[in-house]
């Protein structure tokens, strides 16, 4: 149980455009989901924290109008990198909360790369 | 605002053999969760062990045991009977305990293990 995915799990843009990435819950339901990138051989830095139903909470430094979050439903959340540009070129990892606070689980990733 | 602090970037160790991973944190805190999560070549995020902080006994999953000392907020990871396939990044992360708020993990930079044959 406990398993959350991630898609694309590889993704090429152009710069200028915008790239969606999705994070799903398969098994159980998340009121919390997380958005970290991971800059290669480097740690994961939280972005943001999306609750179900409400608006992302982004952390300091962190773009909103550049990284959109939604988290429509229990089990989805995505997030839009919009005009995409080569330093937007990262490793993107979701988690989702099951039940207690430390019960994280984290999906497969998203390498995006933009050219 | 927490920190975690891994001195060693990379570590390496024969198979079969034990290692041990530093990790310090900085905290006010009085409640909290520490992590081990271990990050293989493929980037899967996966929890290794946890350790609650107002539990005094050290956290153990089978090869791997923790030593936390909370005063000296310290919280090394034990790895036992090393495996080729425990290959991978390690991460210390701290979470602090919040009552229906928005918990973060904040990791440390990670130490790269490599098992040796």
């Known amino acids: 149980g406990a398993v959350v995915s991630q898609h694309p799990s590889w993704v090429i843009c152009k710069s200028g455009t915008s790239v969606k990435i999705e994070c799903r819950s398969l098994d159980f339901q998340a009121t919390t989901m997380f958005w970290y990138r991971q800059f290669p051989k480097q740690s994961l830095m939280l972005m943001a924290t999306s609750n179900e139903g409400s608006k992302a909470t982004y952390e300091q430094g962190v773009e909103k109008d550049k990284f959109l979050i939604n988290h429509a439903s229990l089990t989805l959340s995505t997030l839009t990198v919009t005009s995409a540009h080569p330093e937007d070129s990262s490793f993107y990892i979701c988690?989702?909360?099951?039940?207690?606070?430390?019960?994280?689980?984290f999906g497969p990733g998203t390498r995006l790369t933009v050219t | 605002a927490q920190t975690v602090t891994q001195s060693q970037p990379e570590m390496s160790v024969q198979e079969a053999e034990t290692v041990t991973l530093s990790c310090t944190y900085d905290t006010s805190e009085s409640n909290y969760y520490l992590f081990w999560y271990k990050q293989p070549p493929s980037r899967q995020m996966i929890l290794v062990i946890r350790?609650?902080?107002?539990?005094?006994q050290n956290a153990t999953e089978n090869r791997f045991s923790v030593n936390f000392q909370k005063a000296a907020k310290s919280f090394s990871l034990k790895i036992s009977d090393s495996q080729l396939g425990d290959t991978a990044m390690y991460f210390c992360?701290?979470?602090?305990?919040?009552?229906?708020?928005?918990?973060?993990?904040?990791f440390g930079k990670g130490t790269k293990l490599t098992v040796n044959p």
């Open positions: 992360a701290f979470m602090k305990h919040v009552k229906g708020g928005s918990e973060k993990l904040v």
């Open positions: 988690s989702a909360r099951q039940g207690a606070p430390y019960e994280q689980y």
């Open positions: 350790q609650e902080a107002y539990k005094q």
